[in-house]
């Protein structure tokens, strides 16, 4: 048993030495509860008045406060209150005189007071209560521990989420950027073969998402169908070049051979499900609404709309292009073509569409 005076030094002791204070206005009364306690593995502090007291706790990690009742400048009750405003977790104990029992208790109930002893006290009395009050003063040091811990690590997972979605999100983006990208080489790599600038699929592309827009789609649609536009084509990687690039009317085979694009096409986007726009476009992008297109025969409204605006996107602009079998023709003369097919080859709903946009200006802006 180790004994300080309040003139102990003013470091913070460690929770596990068990520090107990008794605080007594008369020295004898602390004299012997101390003679009580000398076997037992404590450090205690003494203090024979409330001020003392405090001062002491404010610099010593003390466990346990042991205060008589009756002190002249502060009485116990209101002593140990304080104590709780300055450290909560200080299991507090009562030395009261049995006259005033009646008295203390009301006062004990009202400030949580973890025990009462009366004076005179019995040797293991005293200690047994000293001992339980030293186990809820570690029960709950280690309760506001975990609870701590808990809270630090609940704030690490939080945090952890936010980066592991952050991330997710970051490489989604990238995922998709990187599908785009490959979608646009292969797009480019199918049309650099007739158009070798490149800028055929993305004419197509701005042209489809205008349409889808004035016809009423979300932009998030539109924008998707115009990224799967780009594909229209990407079975003419199979035409070989002497059909794709001939200079003049294809033959009867030569012409069975390049409408084998759409189909071709269309293998060639696979089956997932991610592609089934890109799919239709590139089968039934050459249908006509009169049923004499290819490569299905399709007529009406059972051509996929998807692919009747890109019917219009892709001839218009083929019409304004040179290829090798013909010069281009100027934007309003490609119009009146349009219309003039319009219910026959075209969905008229989507030439209209065509029509208001090329007349709000969309066409100059894209033209190269
Ligand atoms: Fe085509």
């Not at 404590?42 to 406060?65: D, F, R, Y």
């Not at 219309?339 to 209209?352: C, E, K, S, W």
């Amino acid at each position: 048993m180790a004994i300080h005076s309040q003139q102990a030094p003013a470091v913070q002791a460690q929770v596990a030495k068990k520090t107990l204070l008794i605080v007594d206005d008369e020295p004898q009364v602390i004299k012997s509860i101390v003679r009580t306690l000398r076997k037992q593995d404590l450090e205690i502090l003494t203090a024979c008045s409330a001020e003392e007291a405090i001062k002491i706790i404010q610099h010593n990690a003390v466990g346990v406060v042991l205060s008589d009742q009756n002190m002249p400048s502060m009485d116990g009750v209101s002593f140990l209150a304080k104590v709780r405003e300055y450290d909560r977790d200080i299991v507090r104990l009562l030395l009261t005189g049995f006259a005033n029992i009646e008295n203390a208790i009301e006062a004990i109930n009202r400030s949580q007071i973890f025990e009462f002893l009366t004076k005179p006290w019995e040797p293991e009395a005293l200690q047994s209560a000293l001992s339980r009050a030293f186990d809820h003063h570690k029960l709950t040091r280690e309760n506001r521990r975990l609870h701590l811990m808990t809270h630090e690590q609940n704030a690490q997972l939080l945090q952890l989420n936010d980066t592991l979605e952050r991330r997710v999100k970051d490489r989604t983006v990238q995922l998709a950027d990187a599908v785009r990208q490959g979608v646009l080489m292969l797009s480019l790599a199918a049309e650099a073969r007739d158009d070798n600038t490149g800028e055929h699929v993305k004419r197509i592309q701005h042209f489809t998402q205008a349409i889808c827009l004035k016809i009423g789609m979300t932009k998030t649609d539109a924008d998707r169908i115009g990224f799967f536009s780009m594909m229209h084509d990407v079975g003419k990687i199979h035409i070989p070049d002497k059909i794709l690039n001939k200079n003049g009317p294809l033959t009867d085979k030569e012409w069975q051979v390049m409408q084998e694009h759409t189909i071709v096409g269309e293998k060639i986007l696979g089956s997932s499900p991610y592609y089934s726009v890109a799919r239709q476009i590139a089968r039934s992008h050459h249908e006509w609404m009169d049923g004499s297109g290819y490569p299905d025969g399709l007529r009406g409204v059972k051509i996929p709309l998807v692919a009747r605006i890109v019917a219009v996107a892709d001839v218009f602009d083929a019409l304004t292009h040179t290829r090798p079998y013909k010069k281009a023709w100027p934007r309003h003369k490609a119009i009146e073509e349009i219309n003039r097919l319009a219910g026959r080859q075209f969905d008229t709903d989507i030439v209209d569409a065509f029509v208001e946009i090329f007349s709000e200006g969309l066409n100059e802006a894209m033209e190269t």
